[in-house]
């Protein structure tokens, strides 16, 4: 495991994506779209994002319409893209995409809610 502030190449970033479908690079951060049943979905998800951000003490940039949350995350302080990205990363997916597993107790939401946006690529 590399320090946490060592940044990644641009081919290590890529191979790195790999584990991390629907990520993608562009304009100097790793990125993902996200899209919601609308305004409310939308909201809960910024703040769910917001809550593991703060948690973690590691921030994204997000840009909120309507039915869609796109989320940019690089480290400032290293200037470039650091293990701190792809854990935050790793954690944005595993709450925004989670649902009760087929068969558990809990059911799950009927409504669309949130589901993976197509990469911008
Ligand atoms: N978030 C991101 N994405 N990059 C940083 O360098 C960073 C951060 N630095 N969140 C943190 C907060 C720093 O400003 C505070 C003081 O720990």
């Known amino acids: 495991m590399p320090d946490k502030e060592t940044t990644y ?3 290590q970033i890529e191979e790195r994506l790999q ?5 993608f690079y562009e304009g100097g951060s790793i990125q993902r779209v996200y899209e ?10 910024v703040n ?9 003490d590691h921030h994204p940039d997000l840009t909120v319409s309507w039915g869609r949350v796109t989320v940019a995350l690089s480290t400032h302080s290293a ?17 925004a995409l989670w649902r009760p597993a087929a068969g558990a107790a809990l059911r799950g939401t ?8 197509s990469p911008r690529r």
């Open 36 to 45: 919601t049943d609308g305004w409310p979905t939308t909201l809960m998800l």
């Open 48 to 56: 769910a994002i917001g809550f593991c951000a703060e948690a973690a």
């Open 19 to 23: 584990r991390l479908p629907g990520w």
């Open 110 to 117: 009927s409504e669309k809610f949130v589901r993976s946006g």
């Open 9 to 11: 190449s641009h081919a």
């Open 79 to 95: 200037k470039g893209i650091t293990e701190k990205d792809f854990e935050i990363a790793r954690m944005f997916e595993n709450v």
